[in-house]
């Protein structure tokens, strides 16, 4: 499956953005999707991922910010932030696996190329 992430930009402190991914090769509806996001100097981290079944599961640190969901007849999951903080600017990557839903970017074995979020007033 072939995964690409759109809707990345600069956006000020307090904006919202949603991001999309697309996925082609595959029909997403039988894949635990992800998304994760590294920022400069870091390691990628967890997100949040939306199970086959749509169970969703976010990290501390975006829950009640960020909405994770999916649309399985657009074969596209989003991202729906809001109330960005400059601590939010990341490459943001959406990412696809098929036996069960997992937080470690390890368990993932389909990437998208990364969308850049930058935060900055």
């Known amino acids: 499956v072939q995964l690409q992430a759109s809707g990345g930009g600069l956006v000020q402190p307090g904006d919202s953005l949603r991001l999309s991914c697309a996925a082609s090769g595959r029909t997403l509806s039988t894949y635990n999707m992800a998304w994760f996001r590294q920022a400069p100097g870091k390691e990628r981290e967890f997100v949040a991922l939306?199970?086959?079944?749509?169970?969703?599961v976010y990290a501390d640190s975006v829950k009640g910010r960020f909405t994770i969901s999916r649309d399985n007849a657009k074969n596209t999951i989003y991202l729906q932030m809001m109330s960005l903080s400059p601590e939010d600017t990341a490459l943001y990557y959406c990412a696809a696996r098929q036996y069960g839903p997992v937080s470690s970017p390890a368990g993932y074995n389909y990437w998208g190329p990364g969308t850049l979020v930058t935060v900055s007033s």
């Open positions: 939306i199970s086959w079944l749509g169970t969703v």
